[in-house]
């Protein structure tokens, strides 16, 4: 046996480790703040169902109960409120650092950047009690939206707008990405989409906030790889996915003869599918009603008649595939809404992130304070080593000289 290729005998190991790719199905914590029950269809966020938080709740409400224990009364929501409409102007030393940025740059990636500069304007960012990091998830969750819509305009050459305290959060968001007083149903549509975005348990941008943080590093780093994980194409980025195909395919005759060619390739539809629920998403049914009302009210019905078409013939050949749990989820009906709300598609996992990152400062908080499992404790998985090997001796160290060429 070549040396080099040589694997490790296992008999060398302490013991047999067990793989779980992607870590599916592994336990890696307690939390107490969201719960995905993929088999029946059920989200909770701390007990309550996600239906009867998008039908009672407020994001304001929503994202309160994420960072406690319970839903505030009256005066703790009041509290809040003002505290996070305080929060959002964005420091002007961070649009200064906007405007001199490549204005093609991805809106994602300006986001990413822009979290470590947020993080320079903290006043608290060295203190790590739970209340000083609740007041920084307090002024991330109030100052994102406002980064969001300045990089909107300031990449289109216009003045980022000052936030206006006087708005709820999904007003202020729309008002300070358009500069137009938001339409009521449009507002209240959207702090809906944001409390069923808002905490979704260790999805891959959440476990990637508390990994970071279970470093005891704080909490803008850790949001800072939240945006990442969360901008790929199998996770936040595949709203922006999903109307990328509805524009591509806007002028196909036969919808259902294209998904078809579409699964016979080997190609994936997107918004389809969940690594969890293994039945219909409950978020993703809100959306679809949502999609529907928002088309017929703007005269664009269009989306939603091909997001139905779309679906129904790739659910029959899922059907034939014996693939009968891949439905769509969050992201298949919340493009259309997106876009209707006159948010573009490259925006549409920002705003996702916008909402997401009242379930990021909780689950980072549960993790640095150890609050559902009594202490924190730092990730670190093993993993089996595949390369190269020589015993435990290691390979013989050539000189440049001596190395056989790999051409
Ligand atoms: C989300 C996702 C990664 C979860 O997938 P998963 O549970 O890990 O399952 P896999 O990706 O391993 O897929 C299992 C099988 O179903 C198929 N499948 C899953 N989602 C599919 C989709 N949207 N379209 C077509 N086939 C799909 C896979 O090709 C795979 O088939 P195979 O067993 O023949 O190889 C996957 O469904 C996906 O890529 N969806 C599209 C992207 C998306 O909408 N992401 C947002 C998630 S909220």
């Given at each position: 046996?070549?040396?080099?290729?040589?694997?490790?005998?296992t008999?060398?190991?302490?013991?047999?480790?067990t793989?779980?790719?992607?870590?599916?199905?592994?336990?890696v914590?307690?939390?107490?703040?969201?719960?995905?029950?993929?088999?029946?269809?059920?989200?909770?966020?701390?007990?309550?169902?996600?239906?009867?938080?998008?039908?009672?709740?407020?994001?304001?409400?929503?994202?309160?109960?994420?960072?406690?224990?319970?839903?505030?009364?009256?005066?703790?929501?009041?509290?809040?409120?003002?505290?996070?409409?305080?929060?959002?102007?964005?420091?002007?030393?961070?649009?200064?650092?906007?405007k001199?940025?490549?204005?093609?740059?991805?809106?994602?990636?300006?986001?990413?950047?822009?979290?470590?500069?947020?993080?320079?304007?903290?006043?608290?960012?060295?203190?790590?009690?739970?209340?000083?990091?609740?007041?920084?998830?307090?002024?991330?969750?109030?100052?994102?939206?406002?980064?969001?819509?300045?990089?909107?305009?300031?990449?289109?050459?216009?003045?980022?707008?000052?936030?206006?305290?006087?708005?709820?959060?999904?007003?202020?968001?729309?008002?300070?990405?358009?500069?137009?007083?938001?339409?009521?149903?449009?507002?209240?549509?959207?702090?809906?989409?944001?409390?069923?975005?808002?905490?979704?348990?260790?999805?891959?941008?959440?476990?990637?906030?508390?990994?970071?943080?279970?470093?005891?590093?704080?909490?803008?780093a850790?949001?800072?790889?939240?945006?990442g994980?969360?901008?790929?194409?199998?996770?936040?980025?595949?709203?922006?996915?999903v109307?990328?195909?509805?524009?591509?395919?806007?002028?196909?005759?036969?919808?259902?003869?294209?998904?078809?060619?579409?699964?016979?390739?080997?190609?994936?539809?997107?918004?389809?599918?969940?690594?969890?629920?293994?039945?219909?998403?409950?978020?993703?049914?809100?959306?679809?009603?949502?999609?529907?009302?928002?088309?017929?009210?703007?005269?664009?019905?269009?989306?939603?008649?091909?997001?139905?078409?779309?679906?129904?013939?790739?659910?029959?050949?899922?059907?034939?595939?014996?693939?009968?749990?891949?439905k769509?989820?969050?992201?298949?009906?919340?493009?259309?809404?997106?876009?209707?709300?006159?948010?573009?598609?490259?925006?549409?996992?920002?705003?996702?992130?916008?909402?997401?990152?009242?379930?990021?400062?909780?689950?980072?908080?549960?993790?640095?304070?150890?609050?559902?499992?009594?202490?924190?404790?730092?990730?670190?998985?093993?993993?089996?080593?595949?390369?190269?090997?020589?015993?435990?001796?290691?390979?013989?160290?050539?000189?440049?000289?001596?190395?056989?060429?790999?051409?």
């Amino acid at each position: 046996m070549n040396a080099k290729t040589q694997r490790r005998d296992t008999t060398e190991k302490a013991e047999e480790k067990t793989k779980n790719i992607g870590l599916r199905g592994v336990t890696v914590a307690d939390t107490k703040i969201s719960d995905v029950d993929g088999e029946n269809g059920i989200l909770i966020y701390r007990g309550y169902r996600i239906e009867d938080l998008a039908k009672n709740s407020a994001f304001e409400e929503t994202a309160y109960l994420l960072l406690h224990d319970d839903l505030p009364t009256d005066e703790q929501l009041k509290d809040f409120k003002q505290r996070l409409a305080k929060a959002r102007q964005v420091p002007t030393f961070i649009l200064n650092a906007l405007k001199t940025w490549p204005h093609g740059a991805n809106p994602m990636d300006a986001l990413q950047a822009s979290v470590p500069l947020l993080a320079m304007a903290d006043p608290e960012l060295e203190v790590e009690t739970r209340e000083a990091n609740v007041a920084k998830a307090t002024r991330l969750i109030s100052r994102i939206p406002g980064v969001v819509a300045a990089w909107q305009r300031i990449r289109h050459d216009q003045e980022p707008i000052p936030a206006d305290e006087r708005l709820s959060h999904a007003e202020n968001f729309l008002w300070q990405l358009t500069g137009k007083k938001p339409d009521a149903e449009i507002a209240m549509d959207l702090d809906i989409a944001l409390i069923l975005h808002a905490d979704h348990s260790f999805n891959a941008s959440t476990f990637a906030c508390r990994e970071v943080v279970s470093t005891q590093a704080h909490m803008y780093a850790a949001v800072a790889a939240g945006v990442g994980a969360l901008s790929g194409s199998l996770h936040g980025g595949a709203n922006a996915e999903v109307m990328k195909m509805l524009q591509d395919v806007q002028n196909e005759k036969d919808l259902a003869e294209w998904v078809r060619s579409q699964l016979g390739s080997g190609k994936k539809i997107m918004g389809m599918g969940h690594a969890v629920y293994k039945t219909n998403d409950p978020r993703a049914q809100f959306l679809k009603e949502m999609g529907g009302r928002l088309g017929r009210k703007l005269g664009q019905e269009q989306w939603h008649r091909m997001l139905r078409e779309i679906e129904a013939a790739a659910l029959a050949e899922f059907e034939k595939r014996g693939k009968t749990t891949i439905k769509p989820n969050v992201d298949f009906y919340s493009a259309p809404v997106y876009h209707l709300m006159g948010i573009p598609g490259d925006l549409m996992t920002p705003v996702f992130a916008i909402a997401r990152i009242a379930g990021w400062t909780a689950h980072i908080i549960e993790e640095k304070f150890g609050e559902a499992q009594g202490k924190p404790a730092l990730y670190r998985p093993s993993s089996e080593y595949i390369g190269n090997y020589c015993g435990r001796t290691g390979c013989v160290y050539k000189p440049k000289e001596e190395r056989a060429s790999t051409k």
